[in-house]
């Protein structure tokens, strides 16, 4: 039986074929195949932890997260904040990440084509102390980050200034030419 170009094929009920017809092993079609058995159960994702587990007073660390303004791209990305492996995304700026008493492990990376800027440092916590730590990413996406607890200088930033003076030299070349 033939049916009309653009018209569903229909069992001679109305309804769509059945699946019937197919041989056993064989799926049906639009479907994978697993040879090795049946088609591998899917669980949900285990449930995510928003943070590091806190107990009792702690301290406060004061993560301030910056770029050079030379970089303005930046400014549409932001840091990921990993404190002992739970990360989230964070924003330029102050960040104060309250944490029990100890030694924790700050990394933090930028945002942009991937992971820009890895940096980590090890931080030691007391209760009520207040730890500033400061993050700076770099100019070009193959340097690392700089982290510490002064301000910090901006990786690459020779870079950047090579790039301009040769910027300025061609400019000044074409019109000495």
């Given at each position: 039986?033939?049916?009309?170009?653009?018209?569903?094929?229909?069992?001679?009920?109305?309804?769509?074929?059945?699946?019937?017809?197919?041989?056993?092993?064989y799926?049906?079609?639009?479907?994978?195949?697993?040879?090795?058995g049946?088609?591998?159960?899917?669980?949900p994702?285990?449930?995510?932890?928003?943070?590091?587990?806190?107990s009792?007073?702690?301290?406060?660390?004061?993560?301030?997260?910056?770029?050079?303004?030379?970089?303005?791209?930046?400014?549409?990305?932001?840091p990921?904040?990993?404190?002992?492996?739970?990360?989230q995304?964070?924003?330029?700026g102050?960040?104060?990440?309250?944490?029990?008493?100890?030694?924790h492990?700050?990394?933090?990376?930028?945002?942009?084509?991937?992971?820009m800027?890895p940096?980590?440092?090890?931080?030691?916590?007391?209760?009520?102390?207040?730890i500033?730590?400061?993050?700076?990413?770099?100019t070009?996406?193959f340097?690392?980050?700089a982290?510490?607890?002064q301000?910090?200088?901006?990786p690459?930033?020779?870079?950047?200034?090579?790039?301009f003076?040769i910027?300025v030299?061609?400019?000044?070349?074409?019109?000495?030419?």
């Amino acid at each position: 039986m033939t049916y009309p170009p653009g018209n569903p094929q229909q069992n001679r009920y109305g309804g769509p074929p059945s699946r019937d017809h197919l041989a056993p092993g064989y799926p049906a079609p639009g479907r994978p195949t697993y040879p090795q058995g049946p088609p591998p159960q899917s669980y949900p994702p285990p449930p995510q932890r928003s943070g590091p587990p806190v107990s009792g007073p702690g301290g406060t660390i004061q993560l301030d997260c910056s770029y050079n303004k030379l970089g303005f791209f930046l400014a549409f990305t932001g840091p990921h904040i990993r404190v002992d492996g739970y990360g989230q995304d964070g924003t330029w700026g102050r960040t104060a990440i309250a944490l029990p008493p100890g030694t924790h492990s700050i990394e933090v990376h930028t945002r942009y084509l991937g992971q820009m800027g890895p940096a980590h440092m090890l931080v030691n916590v007391y209760p009520g102390q207040q730890i500033p730590v400061f993050y700076r990413a770099p100019t070009a996406i193959f340097f690392k980050g700089a982290m510490g607890h002064q301000p910090q200088p901006t990786p690459g930033m020779w870079l950047t200034w090579v790039m301009f003076a040769i910027a300025v030299l061609v400019v000044a070349t074409a019109f000495l030419f």
